[in-house]
């Protein structure tokens, strides 16, 4: 079963930087356009996320479900950093499942698919709560290469193509500011577009 979700908090932090925009664009020795080129940056990196449907910003994300549920839960997320399984049992308390309880992993698809083990036994939950049970997940990139741990799972590592096709649409926007009509900047270009298909996860 397939489970669309809601983001719940996200990351202030930019997988990609204004210094790197400000590079790309040759601006880095001035600072008058920082705020539009903030703009345009936060646009791009939402532009291409909703494109490609990946997560480019760190985010935490919850699913909530009435009950329990058997077999293979999909969620609509890539990439899935980590998942925690909550619930409300009878008495109205929160509860965390235990890690060794259930299983989790990305597919090839591009979901993350979470499953119970054996030993799970569904314990009783608050009945009629349209959130008794409640699927945890962080999503996100690495943003930093540099950071502890980054680089230690190679499909959490911010993709390059990304990378450019946010700074080639941040760019356009922002050398072509000054466009006399609309559809002007609504023009995406062609490399960015040939960019975020190669990149973008069919859901």
């Known amino acids: 079963m397939l489970k ?18 400000k590079k790309h664009v040759h601006a880095a020795d001035f600072a008058d ?10 646009a ?25 549920w058997s077999g293979c839960l999909q969620i609509l997320l890539t ?45 009783a ?11 945890e997940l962080e999503a996100g990139f690495d943003q930093d290469p540099n950071m502890t741990g980054a680089g230690d799972d190679p499909e959490l590592e911010f993709p390059p193509r990304a990378r450019q096709a946010v700074l080639m649409l941040a760019a356009s926007w922002y050398r072509n500011r000054e466009a006399v009509a609309e559809t002007d900047l609504k023009v995406v270009p062609l490399a960015a577009e040939a960019l975020m298909g190669q990149l973008r996860v069919y859901r």
């Open 125 to 135: 939950v608050k009945a009629d709560t349209f959130n008794a049970v409640q699927i």
């Open 33 to 42: 356009d920082d705020e539009q080129l903030e703009i345009f940056l936060d």
């Open 44 to 68: 791009a990196i939402d532009f291409v996320a909703d494109r490609t449907s990946l997560t480019l910003r760190r985010s935490s994300w919850r699913v909530d479900r009435c009950d329990w």
């Open 4 to 21: 669309l979700i809601d983001v719940i908090a996200e990351s202030d932090e930019r997988p990609v930087t204004l210094a790197e925009l």
């Open 79 to 123: 990439p899935v950093r980590d998942v925690t399984v909550k619930y409300i049992d009878a008495a109205g308390a929160e509860q965390t499942v235990a890690a060794d309880l259930y299983r989790w992993e990305r597919t090839a698809l591009g979901n993350a698919e979470i499953r119970f083990l054996d030993a799970f036994a569904s314990p």
